[in-house]
C-alpha cells in the first residue's frame, strides 16, 4: 500500500490530523519510486502543499489563483494553518510561500470509504502566482479526453523513495504508462475503481508514486491527466497506481475556478 502522507511529522499535532493516514491496506498514494530528480524548471506547475510549513502533499498550478490537489490532502484540516511553497526543486526551503484563502474539497468526497472517489480538492491563493521559467500553469483537459492503454505520462514529487521509506529533499520524476480500466478493476478487485479513476504504472513494477506524492501531478503533453490518489504499496508490480482522473472531474474544477 502507498503508505503513510503525513508520517511523523504531525506527532505533535496529533488532533489535527487527517484520518486518511496511510497504512497497509488501501489508502491514498503518497512519493516517486524508481525515478530520478528533476528541476522544478521542467515541472514548473509543481508545488508543495504543506501544514504548518511542512510538506504534506503535491499539487498542481492550474491558474494563477488556483492549485488542484487531492480532497485526502484537505480533509479535517484548517486552511489557515496551510500554505503552498511554488518556484523551487526543494520541498522545504527556496521559491515562495503562500497562504490558502479558501479549499474546495468535492462535496461527493467520503474519507470514510477506502477507494477515496472523487478524490480533489481545489485551493484557493491569498495572492496570484507570477508565472516564470520556475512558475507556470499546467493545461487541463477537455472532460471527453482519453489517452489508450501505454501512453506515457510522468508523475512528480517529493514522496518517499521506498513504502515507508525516507523523502529526500529535492524533487523526483517518474515515467509511467496507462493502463485500461479493465486491467486496473481486476487488479484491484473488490475494490472499486470508479470512472472518476485513472491507472498508470509499468510491466514488473519498481516505478510509482508513494508516501509524500498525492496530490501531485501525473502528466501527459503538457496536460494534467490525473492527481496522485491512492494504491497497494508503492511501484508493487501487481498493483498499479490510481489518479483521480482530471477529465472526469473537469466540469467540477470549472464550476469552482471558471476555467
Known amino acids: 500500500m502507498k503508505s503513510v502522507l503525513f508520517v511523523v511529522f504531525f506527532v505533535a499535532s496529533a488532533s489535527a490530523v487527517p484520518t486518511f493516514i496511510r497504512t497497509e491496506s488501501l489508502s491514498p498514494d503518497e512519493k516517486i519510486v524508481g525515478g530520478n530528480t528533476i528541476d522544478i524548471e521542467e515541472v514548473p506547475w509543481q508545488v508543495s502543499v504543506q501544514y504548518i510549513s511542512m510538506h504534506i502533499c503535491g499539487g498542481s498550478i492550474i491558474s494563477t489563483d488556483y492549485v488542484v490537489t487531492a480532497a485526502h490532502c484537505t480533509n479535517g484540516i484548517n486552511r489557515k494553518i496551510m500554505s503552498i511553497r511554488f518556484a523551487t526543486s526543494y520541498r522545504q526551503i527556496g521559491g515562495e510561500v503562500v497562504g490558502i484563502t479558501s479549499i474546495h474539497q468535492h462535496p461527493d468526497y467520503n474519507p470514510q470509504l477506502i477507494d477515496h472517489d472523487y478524490d480533489i480538492s481545489l485551493l484557493h491563493v491569498a495572492s496570484p502566482f507570477l508565472l516564470g521559467s520556475k512558475v507556470s500553469i499546467i493545461g487541463l483537459p477537455s472532460s471527453t479526453t482519453r489517452w489508450p492503454p501505454g501512453t506515457s ?25 496507462m493502463i485500461s480500466e479493465s486491467s486496473c478493476r481486476a487488479a484491484y478487485a473488490p475494490h472499486s475503481i470508479t470512472s472518476r479513476m485513472l491507472c498508470a504504472g509499468v510491466d514488473g513494477g519498481r516505478k510509482d508514486a508513494c508516501q509524500g506524492d498525492s496530490g501531485g501531478p501525473l502528466v501527459i503533453d503538457n496536460v494534467l491527466a490525473g492527481i496522485v490518489s491512492w494504491g497497494y504499496g508503492c511501484g508493487d508490480r501487481r498493483y498499479p497506481g490510481v489518479y483521480s482522473s482530471v477529465p472526469a472531474l473537469r466540469d467540477y474544477i470549472k464550476k469552482v475556478t471558471g476555467i
Open 153 to 177: 505520462a510522468l508523475v512528480s514529487g517529493w514522496g518517499t523513495i521506498t513504502e515507508n521509506g525516507w523523502s529526500p529533499l529535492y524533487l523526483r520524476s517518474v515515467t509511467v504508462q
